[in-house]
């Protein structure tokens, strides 16, 4: 098995540490990327993913200097692959919400271009239910004239990686693992016990694609939940960290935490993947959720109205500062992040934008800076999307002397709002009704 060679195609956040655990477990492994620039930082050891990544970039390093890692753009490395392992993004439409399965299907494409008979086909992209039947196979067999169960293997083996902890929920993570047969599935647990020191566990390809959408749709639904709790306290005048402390002491209860909104590649699409292979059956629940987790980072904007109001300070002319342009803590990821609508909105209402982030390097629409005092000096709101490490230990004495307005909208509940009320800042924060 150590002669064998894996090609990952997609070296994104989750393809790229699969493919540096691959070549840790001493695979010949390739990461076939399409953007030259990625392929380029990998070949001299250093990961594209600037976010806090334990252990990522030194595994990447050590594998490109040993030799069993490398990337490339060429697809012909496909042809040389036991393993061809898919980890292209899947994303949906914002606006219709609609998949978008161009990338996938490019993907799948270039195997059929290039496949070796016997091979194993693994995807582990997010799939809406039926894909691999009606898709994946299909174009697979057509590009190549193989056949699918006689000439090559699939399974579908979807990722629960987090960014922040990617290796290790790669390692530690249990994984469900669909296979169009048996030999497929004796393959593919071969193939993961490489890198999962976890249970794998075997089922059919629609029944893993199911437990994918539907997981991520089932964290939805409970933070939305989570949220209109919030939106009720702060109406009646409670603490939704308190209340869901309580809620949570009865047996059999996990109240999730309210916040600013759900972000992130997979949470916000996740549920219209599902929703999208469904002809009769409409989903209701799973929808709403999606509705009342994307009203959230509107709701922040409302929050900031009310108070810049409060303060006597008008919208027009005031300084906001956004603290966190990352979706999730101490990560450089930013996709559907709450922060990118909230500036929308704000944008030419207030006087001066401005974005930290101490993590994310790419600019917004609005100017963005890496110190807390420079985004803080003159700002009549300091508005917390994210809840990055930085911002616990904010020291709140020297920012109420740079700010002209101190005022602090806590989106993640990073701040204790009595302690900061008690140092002389306006303060309003989601869930926080008093
Ligand atoms: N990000 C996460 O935390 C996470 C967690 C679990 C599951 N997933 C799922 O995993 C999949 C990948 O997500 P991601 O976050 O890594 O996406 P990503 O956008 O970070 O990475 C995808 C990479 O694939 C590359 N690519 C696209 N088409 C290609 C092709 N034809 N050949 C070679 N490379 C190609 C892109 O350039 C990109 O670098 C998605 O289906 C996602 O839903 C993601």
């Not at 290796?167 to 647990?189: C, F, M, P, Q």
């Not at 209340?243 to 600013?260: E, Q, S, W, Y």
């Not at 006597?312 to 559907?336: C, H, P, Q, Y």
């Amino acid at each position: 098995m150590s002669q064998k060679t894996v090609v990952v195609i997609g070296a994104g956040y989750v393809g790229l540490p699969v493919a540096c655990s691959f070549a840790g477990a001493g695979l010949r492994t390739y990461a076939l990327e399409i953007i030259p620039e990625r392929v380029r930082i990998i070949n001299e050891g250093r990961s594209p993913i600037v976010g806090d990544e334990p252990g990522l970039e030194e595994l990447l390093s050590r594998t490109v200097r040993a030799g069993t890692l490398s990337a490339t753009t060429d697809a012909s490395v496909i042809g040389k692959a036991d393993f061809a392992v898919v980890c292209v993004d899947t994303p949906v439409d914002m606006d219709t919400k609609e998949p978008r399965m161009d990338i996938l299907e490019g993907a799948v494409r270039s195997i059929g271009q290039n496949i070796k008979p016997g091979a194993l086909v693994s995807i582990e992209s997010t799939l809406p239910p039926l894909t691999m039947k009606n898709m994946v196979i299909p174009i697979i067999e057509k590009e190549s004239g193989l056949t699918a169960g006689k000439d090559f293997l699939v399974t579908h083996c979807p990722e629960r990686v987090m960014p922040g902890r990617l290796l290790s929920n790669l390692a530690n993570y249990d994984r469900v693992l669909g296979g169009l047969d048996e030999r497929s599935i004796k393959l593919g647990i071969e193939l993961y016990s490489h890198i999962v020191h976890a249970d794998l566990h075997p089922t059919d390809l629609l029944s893993a694609e199911m437990a994918k959408t539907l997981e991520n749709a089932y964290r939805d639904v409970q933070i939305a939940f989570a949220n209109e709790v919030a939106l009720a306290c702060e109406e009646l005048g409670a603490d939704a960290f308190e209340v869901r402390k309580l809620v949570n002491t009865c047996p059999f209860r996990d109240m999730h935490i309210p916040g600013a909104g759900v972000g992130g590649h997979c949470l916000p699409k996740d549920s219209w993947l599902f929703a999208s292979s469904l002809k009769t059956v409409k989903p209701k629940i799973m929808t709403t959720a999606r509705e009342v987790n994307e009203y959230m980072p509107n709701h922040m904007v409302e929050l900031v109205e009310k108070g810049l109001e409060g303060a006597g300070v008008e919208l027009a002319s005031a300084k906001v500062a956004i603290m966190g342009l990352a979706f999730l803590r101490d990560s450089d990821d930013t996709r559907n992040s709450p922060a990118l609508t909230i500036i929308d909105r704000l944008i030419g209402e207030v006087k001066e934008l401005i974005v930290h982030d101490p993590m994310v390097e790419k600019v917004y629409k609005a100017p963005m800076v890496r110190e807390i005092g420079e985004a803080l000096t003159g700002a009549d709101c300091m508005v917390i999307v994210t809840d990055h490490s930085d911002y616990h230990s904010i020291d709140l004495e020297s920012i109420k002397h740079l700010m002209r307005t101190p005022l602090i909208i806590d989106g993640r509940n990073v701040l204790n709002g009595n302690d900061v009320r008690t140092k002389g800042f306006g303060y309003l924060g989601i869930g926080k009704g008093k």
